[in-house]
């Protein structure tokens, strides 16, 4: 039995903006995080040890990270070196240079001759020795129509045109690789790929071109004891027989992933037999809190309330909260800032509401056409301090629709208007609504 821990898209470098400076170290609190969920990879590939180590690919947010980004990588998988643990590193779409062949940000290991590590940046099948046993992995990184094909090849095609013909030819080259695999030794293929059957997370939002869709069942087939997946960062399953996995991230990268259980998969490879589980890593919580405050008659104390009621404690949170314009001078924003200073980090999104969204007047309903003479009825039902006046309010706005002449100018109108309103109102702006 061969023992794996199957990781992926580790994105380290990312999501700086949900951080801050660590001022012990001078790092960024975000790149702190994702180290520690990659050590805790690390650190149980050790404990046990495994034999073999999979990277499903997006190392970091781009091809070309930063020393202090790529040192903190580097110091991680080193000490799979030390201890003489097999490691293969796929190339996901994030870590490949745009042009030309090699330059992935991952290609570093192979040229320093990392002892055990193996680069997956093309289409091939790695015969490694371990412990216990010898393994195939065929690694299959992220495919552009520049890995496949020609120019020539694609000129004048549409998109979907070259999409099917890169799939035919991937299925060609793949049966390729299969037809010389040796039927008596485990085998796991590892792919950075988007599967036709599989939700999409982060990664969507993440690439910076719409990359090709595989059919599943190219890769669902028997001669594989385990598919290892890597790009999408929603933890999921797509097939049985063989597992089809994919890990997801090891860190939420964004709000989108704030649902999401991060880890990675534990594996047990025997040729014919696959155990595998997920292994959840102690990655740290986003919450957004989602407050609408613009029915509230004391909009501050909602607001506090509602923060108190999460545990916000060391989260990366976010807060939405919606309230009237005639709200916004209730908000303290020194006391709301001190109640949800114990978050990691947070961000506050006011948005202000439409009054004439609302309906003002229940009974009126919203959006419906209400008769003048009917809107007015309910608006003085609603106003105490008007009642005294309210029947000749009735009779002078009966006068008024019934005018044989229409009145031609808005002056015409206002003026007529503000002559009977002026005496009875002295701040009230909803009438202009009605
Ligand atoms: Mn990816």
Known sequence: MIKIIHLSDIHLGSGFSHGKINPATGLNTRLEDFVHSLSCCIDRALAEPVDLVLFGGDAFPDATPTPIVQQAFASQFRRLADAQIPTVLLVGNHDQHSQGQGGASLCIYRTLGVPGFVVGDRLETHRIATRNGDIQVITLPWLTRSTLLTRPETEGLSLSEVNHLLIDRLQIVLEGEIRRLDPTIPTVLLAHLMADSARYGAERFLAVSKGFTIPISLIARDCFDYVALGHVHRHQVLGEQ???????????????????????????????????????????RFCTLTVD?????????????????????????????QLRPDQIDE?????????????????????????????????????????PMTALKAYLANREDLKEIQADMLVAAQNLLSLDEPLTSLEARSGILSHSVQPMSTSDTQLSLL
């Open 242 to 284: 063989p597992p089809i996995v994919y890990p997801g991230s090891i860190e939420r990268v964004d709000f989108s992933e704030e649902k999401e259980d991060k880890g990675y998969v534990w594996v047990e490879v025997t040729r014919g037999t696959t155990r595998w589980e997920f292994c959840p890593l102690p990655a740290r």
């Open 293 to 321: 405050l613009s029915e509230s008659p004391d909009p501050q104390a909602t607001l506090l309330a509602a923060i108190e009621r999460e545990v916000i404690q060391d989260a990366v949170v976010r807060l939405v909260y």
């Open 331 to 371: 908000i303290d924003s020194a006391t709301l800032h001190a109640t949800i200073a114990p978050a990691h980090s947070y961000t506050i999104h006011p948005e202000i509401v439409s009054q004439l969204a609302r309906p003002r007047l229940p009974e009126l309903g919203v959006g419906a056409t209400i008769e």
